[in-house]
């Protein structure tokens, strides 16, 4: 495996899978796209045809029903050839269920005639792809062999090689040794090439299964905004569960401490002064402790200074806790809305902490400016790298997050370092 590695991949491409795998599926294809062609368009003519009484409207459907079966066949080659894997388009539901609104829902859905298109444009073009494929391909070895099968022509059909001209006087055949050399090196030509043209026809084929059949771009946007839905629904149940938890175990069991601790001072306070005093001193060190915790917990939520005063100054106030020096620079011709501002203020605040937890840093950069309708973050140190946004909980959190407003993440982290992580956002003034 290591010395074929080494190989050029213009002489690896006639032995990998990936060109034999292509050129099954393009060989395949002419059949398959006979039998789609034919039921297509006899089902649908009948459809049409019948369109003037009510037996049209079910042929109809069923026709485009049976288009929508081709193109599942059609997907699984596909996955299992090309190494594509297109997702199935929505299905064709109707609100009662019952079969006349499966019939309307199937008339109306775009996926289902577009799998028609697929089933009537694929016809001429496999009858390209396997022409040209299996000629080129066969022609190729055919000749490249060529020195190794030429013996059968003297013996069995009484010539002396390939014919490549002859008429009633006159004939010239492929016999002589240089003939042949000649001959196999052309076949070699179109061994190494007939591999990129497979990929060339199969990449075409490519395009048509996930242009045609795979769900339209409203129904993946969708999708997506349900993903990305669901994605905020559970990071707000995680902050609601985290506020929760930071008041239980740390604020509430504080004040809890605290009030048991006044009530025994309280109780101290005629018999023995001076205990009692000692004891709402302490009291008073954690009724301190309470507010510092409490006042993290809100900024942790929503601080006032970025309300107050925008990203530039909340931004200042997070590097000041961090535990190494960290340079801010923020150019920005406005403020972004409040959504699109807390997340960059959360976005920058964690990516801080991990630099002060994980990255053993020197110093860290902070930038914020904008490019066109996107707002940009990006965070630099010069520690150990190795960030990972797949083997972390943070990472892949903050993913989640932007990816809900249609922001990106993106990692550059080697070994070593240094580590830069670069946030995009919409940007909404």
């Known amino acids: 495996m290591a010395a074929s590695s080494r190989l050029p991949a213009a002489i690896r491409a006639p ?16 059949p398959l796209s006979c039998v789609y062609f034919s039921l297509s368009i006899a089902l649908v003519a009948a459809g049409a045809g019948l369109l003037v009484t009510f037996l049209g409207i079910p042929v109809l459907a069923g ?34 269920g019952g079969p006349m609104a499966w019939m309307g829902a199937t008339l109306k859905s775009g996926a289902s005639w577009r799998h028609l298109l697929y089933a009537l444009l694929h016809l001429p073009w496999a009858i390209f792809a396997f022409t040209v494929s299996v000629t080129l391909w066969a022609w190729g070895w055919a000749l490249f ?13 009484g010539q002396d090689g390939i014919q490549l001209y002859g008429d009633r006087n006159h004939a010239f055949y492929l016999d002589s040794a240089f003939e042949i050399a000649v001959t196999c090196g052309v076949g070699l030509l179109f061994v190494l090439v007939g591999p990129w043209i497979i990929r060339a026809l199969a990449s075409v084929d490519r395009l048509m299964v996930s242009g045609l059949l795979g769900p339209s771009r409203l129904a993946t946007r969708v999708t997506e905004l349900e993903s990305d ?30 009030a048991m601790d006044l009530g025994l001072a309280k ?16 009291a008073h060190g954690e009724v301190k402790t309470a507010l510092r915790e409490l ?16 990203l530039d100054a909340a931004l200042s106030a997070v590097a000041s806790r961090c535990v190494v020096p960290v340079s801010v620079e923020v150019d920005l011709p406005a403020r972004p809305v409040p959504a699109i501002e807390g997340i960059a203020y959360f976005t920058v605040s964690e990516l801080l902490q991990n630099v002060s937890k994980h990255a053993q840093a020197r110093r860290a950069w902070v930038d914020v400016w904008r490019v066109g309708d996107r707002l940009l973050l990006q965070v630099r140190d ?36 240094p580590t830069t992580v670069t946030a995009e956002l919409p940007w909404r003034a």
Do not use: N
């Not at 062999?145 to 059909?157: C, G, K, V």
């Open 63 to 96: 026709a485009l029903a049976l288009c929508r079966g081709f193109g599942a066949v059609e997907r699984a080659r596909a996955r299992g050839l090309l190494g594509l894997d297109v997702a199935a388009p929505e299905p064709a539901r109707g609100r009662t």
């Open 295 to 310: 006042r993290e917990l809100a900024r942790g939520i929503h601080p006032a200074v970025l309300t107050d005063r925008g």
């Open 382 to 417: 010069d520690g150990r790298g190795g960030a990972d946004s797949a083997a972390g909980r943070g990472l892949a959190g903050l993913m989640e997050r932007l990816d809900a407003v249609d922001g990106v993440l993106a990692v550059d982290s080697p070994e070593g370092g």
């Open 145 to 157: 062999t060529y020195p190794l099968w030429q013996w059968i022509f003297p013996m069995y059909a």
């Open 267 to 282: 109780e101290k306070l005629a018999e023995d002064p001076r205990t009692a005093a000692r004891m709402v001193d302490a």
């Open 229 to 258: 839905r669901g994605a905020v629904v559970d990071t707000a149940a995680a902050d609601l569960r985290r506020i929760e938890r930071d008041l239980h175990d740390g604020a509430q069991a504080r004040l809890v401490s605290l």
């Open 15 to 30: 032995f990998e899978a990936r060109t034999w795998r292509e050129f099954g599926y393009l060989v395949l294809g002419l």
